[in-house]
């Protein structure tokens, strides 16, 4: 059984860095054709794709936020890190991790998804 | 950057077929994937690959992408189908692209 879970502070002040972690199971990030990637959600709003790391550490980003994002893994925790800089209040989402494969040359879907974190930028 | 466009809303009355598009430049070239997310929980693949269902979604839910224009298609509509569907897919330079999302209401 595959699973995800985001962990991380619930609060940050505005202008400070945010820390995600992605600790899964039932898969190994050092598989050829394994990814996890990162997606946000603000509160009654849409999905927003913000970073994703492939098992090679190749690493994709947002174009709107590729200044202020980082992604990092760590194969032999299986953990996937997000750093977010800068926050603002308008970075208050609800923040997923999620496995994707790649089958020959073509991505597949983000599946599973983790039960989401929220986190409120307020001071 | 590449745009999804979803409808904002779509209802359906019980027992119907719901069809839910995604429009996108050229989107058939593409390999789309669809979301549902129920209130609360986080999202759920229900089609990847344009028309494959993962294990555990029903066959009442399928999918299909040519041209310009992705449909979900959800037949004999429940009203546990009630959620909001999104499309996905990852563009040429490699990044992810998501649709703003539809409202499956049913009536």
């Known amino acids: 059984q595959i699973t995800l879970k985001e962990s991380g502070p619930t609060l940050v002040k505005p202008t400070q860095t945010l820390t995600l972690t992605c600790t899964f199971s039932g898969f190994s990030l050092s598989t050829s054709g394994v990814g996890v990637g990162w997606i946000r959600q603000p509160p009654g709003k849409a999905l927003e794709w913000l970073a994703l790391?492939?098992?090679?550490?190749?690493?994709r980003y947002s174009p709107s936020l590729k200044s202020r994002l980082t992604i990092t893994k760590d194969t032999s925790k299986n953990q996937v890190v997000l750093t977010m800089t800068n926050l603002d209040p308008v970075d208050t989402a609800t923040f997923y991790c999620a496995r994707f494969t790649i089958f020959g040359v073509a991505a597949g879907g983000f599946d599973p998804w983790g039960q989401g974190t929220l986190v409120t930028v307020s001071s | 950057s590449y745009v999804l466009t979803q409808p904002p809303s779509v209802s359906v009355a019980p027992g119907e077929t719901a069809r839910i598009t995604c429009g996108g430049n050229?989107?058939?070239?593409?390999?789309m994937h669809w979301y549902q997310q129920k209130p609360g929980p986080a999202p759920v693949l229900v089609i990847y690959y344009d028309s494959d269902r993962p294990s555990g979604i029903p066959e009442r839910f399928s999918g299909s992408n040519s041209g310009n224009t992705a449909t979900l298609t959800i037949s004999r509509v429940e009203a546990g189908d009630e959620a909001d569907y999104y499309c996905q897919v990852w563009d040429s330079s490699g990044d992810v692209v998501f649709g703003g999302g539809t409202k499956l209401t049913v009536l």
């Open positions: 790391i492939y098992w090679d550490d190749d690493k």
């Open positions: 050229n989107i058939g070239s593409k390999s």
